[in-house]
Nanobody
Framework: QVQLVESGGGLVQAGDSLRLSCAAS????????MGWFRQAPGKEREFVAA???????IYADSVKGRFIISRDNAKTTVYLQMNSLKSEDTAVYYC?????????????????WGQGTQVTVSS
């Protein structure tokens, strides 16, 4: 069993930066692919970024060049550094874990989810 706890969300202005953290429990973190997803009101949950066990990363086109995903296996934590935030980045951000070495864009591939953290960007 893996438990995920997100933190770092908040209210910021357009152009600001935020760093989200996701603390994971369990001994399989280093062998897990980790992802960030987001869901805005009235919209489906969408992929943001993911990182696999060897630190290979993938990003949604909408955040490429602005967001950076990273992980610290010693702290069993994954981060999402969000820069140049836009109003359209406003959403609840979820951390997800997949027991496996490959990261995917589909939320269906992930086994565990955090409770989410709200990010609101005012324009």
């Amino acid at each position: 069993q893996v438990q995920l706890v997100e933190s770092g969300g908040g209210l910021v202005q357009a152009g600001d930066s935020l760093r989200l953290s996701c603390a994971a429990s369990g001994r399989t973190f280093s062998r897990s692919a980790m992802g960030w997803f987001r869901q805005a009101p009235g919209k489906e949950r969408e992929f943001v970024a993911a990182i696999n066990w060897s630190d290979s990363t993938i990003y949604a086109d909408s955040v490429k060049g602005r967001f950076i995903i990273s992980r610290d296996n010693a702290k069993t934590t994954v981060y999402l550094q969000m820069n140049s935030l836009k109003s359209e980045d406003t959403a609840v951000y979820y951390c997800a874990a997949r027991i496996g070495t490959t990261s995917y864009r589909s939320p269906l591939r992930y086994d565990y989810w955090g409770q989410g953290t709200q990010v609101t960007v005012s324009s």
